[in-house]
């Protein structure tokens, strides 16, 4: 059968671009996707880079529906771990935004606070500021 697509000049089902630019389209996606793994330390980049290399077995063993099917159910678990990569992700995001808003929520008002103990002691020192010489001037009389 593979001398008769070669003839004949099939693709498999699964991956209908020709090898040549499958090949291309894989490096170029490992290249990108490491790139970003190393930037970002993230283990979702990996595991896309695995799962888009791996397609690379469809070009030879498109008609051994055992292998076919240990592919499929491989890049289901490694997307399976890009989602749950993403999701811990996100909470983590998450938590750490709530965290910094409370932070900036206390020293708001820690700021305020410090505001309002200025403007009583300013207060009090312009109204302490005349009391000497008021209290010469009742001296005086």
């Given amino acids: 059968m593979a001398a008769f697509t070669e003839q004949v000049g099939l693709q498999n089902v699964y991956t209908p671009l020709p090898f040549k630019i499958h090949l291309v389209f894989i490096i170029f996606a490992t290249i990108v996707l490491l790139i970003q793994f190393f930037r970002k330390k993230r283990v979702c980049y990996l595991l896309a880079t695995l799962a888009i290399d791996a397609t690379l077995i469809t070009h030879y063993a498109f008609e051994n529906k ?17 989602i749950i990569d993403i999701a811990v992700a996100y909470v983590k995001n998450k938590k750490t935004m709530r965290e910094e808003k409370e932070k ?4 708001d008002s820690q700021q305020k606070e410090r505001e309002k103990e200025e403007a009583i002691s300013d207060a009090d020192v312009l109204d302490k500021a005349f009391d000497k010489e008021l209290n010469d001037l009742d001296s005086e009389k």
């Fill in 104 to 107: 900036k929520r206390l020293l």
């Fill in 66 to 82: 055992g292998t076919i099917f240990f592919l499929e159910v491989f890049e289901l678990l490694l997307v399976a771990g890009c």
